[in-house]
């Protein structure tokens, strides 16, 4: 393993994340906001500063890029991007210390969504956040929903082969669709896929009331499946059947497979159409939306708006994009245990929603009817297919060890919350909330609550389950093995 090397290409982010962190000050440039201007020019010089640095370091490394290296500079990088963009909060004064900073960048970039903010809407006369703030906030979200490295590749095309295994280390989920051979490409194609369906979003909430300003902001965090809102109520603010529909719309298209909509670009509709684990991750919405719907008939006085309300937050739940236009606390058991089982399941592999992911119980399903069917037949040997292509066994034992890891950290992260003195409700979903990359969970960390009353020490190790996540876990657990550091 080469540190030059990593230290050389987390520096090419760092100049990046710098560069990126002027559009906040051009946002509050535009709104007369001059001292937060002042704070993000600060914060992007000392981010490009710091890139620089570690490039000068890493000058006349090795150009190529091993597999531990691509693991090394994956998990730093979105180190780096919190301990970065946490600057610009702290200095900004959008939050009241530098862990909470880290805290909501961290969420930002992961596109999970939970905050520690207690009031962002400007409408209440208690705005205590400038819009550029706001604004970075949702840019991390859109920067992270992709994924950083993913544009750093199509960027940093000397990156070759080594640009292969970061794409791989960075893309949430098992992507079952090839698009091209060429990782650049591959990238590239993604991203513009990526910036042409936000712009879609953006214009149809704009059509719907919203102005520009919280249109971009929605738009940028609905297609990253974050869930930062420029007003504290997040969509029940706008109160409206119209931004709800269009918001459920995309958030379920941004559950998809991205590479679907290549192929879809392409002309190759009927492959696309006929996913496997599209159908499925839409008959589990669907079904889970028929639950929800005729538990809250009662709540919200007709089946119409039950299913307006039941739609939205099951959207909202299995894409891990956390907006919320009810607070589902107050939901009935059946409902709840509905939603918190979404939290765990995710949307499809290749997508920017967090979870599971619908492949991996797809393939863990098929299994465990393998061993089951093995029980009493074991002189049989069957493949596990899905979508009916063979799974090949090793990537079986991949996705049983992301299982365990996903289990033990969720447990052993909730015993550590609650041990800091938080009911075992709020702890377990609250871990399951930042480790799904969700958001919101329940009781004290519901959808109209904040994670802004946690320890110190609490924010910190969510905060990693939140990376741990978004990282498919095994990248950075990988970092914790002894021998990943020998030569």
Known sequence: ???????????????????????????????????????????????????????????????????????????GGWVAAGLSGAICFYLDTAVPTYTDGFFETISGFTTTGSTILTQVDPATGLFDISHASLFWRSMTHWLGGMGIIVLFVAIFPQLGVGGKLLFRNEVPGPITEGLKPRIKETSAALWRIYLGITVVDMIALMACGMDLFDAANHAMATLATGGYSTRGASIAYYDSVSVDVVTTVFMLLAGVNFSLYYLIRRGRWKKAATDRELWTYMAIAVMATVIVALSIIERHGGIFEAFRYA??????????????????????????????????????????????????????????????????????VRAIRVGGQVVPDAVVGTILAFFALFVGIWVTASIIIAAMGIDIVTSTTAVAATLGNIGPGLERVGSIENFAFIPVGGKWLLSACMILGRLEIVTVAALLVPSFWRR
């Open 311 to 380: 739609a939205f937050q099951v959207a909202a739940i299995i894409t891990t994009t956390g907006f919320g236009t009810d607070d589902f606390n107050q939901y009935p058991p059946m409902a709840k245990l509905v939603l918190v089982g979404l939290m765990f399941v995710g949307g499809c592999a290749g997508s920017t929603a967090g979870g599971i992911k619908i492949y991996r119980l797809m393939v863990v399903a098929k299994a465990t009817w393998r061993e089951l069917t093995h029980a009493f037949q074991p002189q049989l």
């Open 1 to 75: 393993m080469s540190y030059r090397t990593a230290a050389r290409l987390l520096g090419q982010l760092l100049v990046f994340l710098g560069a990126a962190e002027v559009a906040p000050a051009l946002i509050g440039l535009a709104y007369g906001e001059d001292s937060s201007v002042l704070a993000y020019l600060i914060g992007a010089t000392i981010t490009a500063v710091l890139g620089f640095t570690l490039m000068r370091f890493g000058r006349g490394s090795d150009q190529t890029i091993h597999r531990r290296d691509a693991l090394l500079v994956v998990a």
